[in-house]
């Protein structure tokens, strides 16, 4: 179900002192917490990296919130917050664990790393872009998960998919053809339509990010 913005703040808030236990408390296979992990969700061209890079401007002075580099397979990286490897070498982290979460989409492999446990663990609040294949998975290894979806119109998502220039008219065609997923707005918990100004759009969701921020047992932020 879709909740606004200030309800998710008020139903964290009323249980954000719940389940504090320490890391090396928690029982095998129990949810890892009391930190919370914010999954912005989208189909492509809705705009999550821009939301994202501005909420995180947004919140540069605040402690305990983390936006940590995703790896992926890609030829060159895009955006300061993520990491290029080659398949095989992801492939290797995946296997020996050091990934938190893993997908395949559009030909590449994504992977978020396993670092993030330890800032959950520490109360610390993860915001990071994953493909909705992801939110499952990422749901049963962590406690406190909040799904934002990012959505706008398909022309709208088709003209800024021109625009950043990395696909043809044909390749973006296709790529909004098949952007259909099981997983799908009301399955998130806050749904952000970003068509207009991008500042709305990153406005709401750094709102939402300070509003939920687990109390922080060590303030730190990675870059």
């Keep these: 179900m879709i909740c606004s913005v200030e309800q998710i703040v008020r139903n964290v808030t009323r249980t954000q002192t719940l389940g504090l236990s320490a890391a090396a408390d928690r029982a095998p296979g129990t949810p890892l917490g009391p930190g919370r992990l914010i999954l912005v969700v989208g189909p492509s061209g809705s705009g999550k990296d821009t939301l994202i890079a501005m909420a995180r401007e947004q919140l540069a002075d605040a402690g305990g919130i983390l936006f940590p580099t995703r790896l992926v397979t890609r030829s060159a990286p895009v955006g ?3 990491a290029v490897l ?31 446990d330890a800032d959950i ?4 609040t993860v915001v990071v ?7 499952p998975a990422a749901r049963r290894r962590y406690a406190h998960v909040i799904v934002v979806y990012v959505d706008a119109a398909q022309e709208i998502r088709a003209e800024r998919l021109f625009r950043r220039g990395r696909e043809s008219r044909p390749q973006i065609d296709e790529r909004l053809a098949t952007a259909r997923s099981d997983f799908g707005p009301d399955d998130a ?33 990675r870059s």
Aim: hydrophobic share 45%.
């Design 189 to 221: 918990d806050v749904l952000i339509v970003n068509e207009g100004p991008p500042e709305e759009g990153a406005r709401a969701l750094a709102r939402l990010v300070a509003g939920v921020a687990a109390p922080c047992a060590a303030p730190f932020r």
């Design 121 to 124: 663990a520490a109360g610390r």
């Design 86 to 116: 080659s398949e095989a070498d992801l492939a290797r982290d995946v296997e020996a664990g050091r990934c938190a979460l893993e997908w395949h989409a559009h030909g590449l492999h994504y992977a978020v790393p396993a670092t993030i």
């Design 80 to 82: 300061e917050n993520e």
């Design 129 to 135: 872009n994953v493909s909705r294949s992801a939110v």
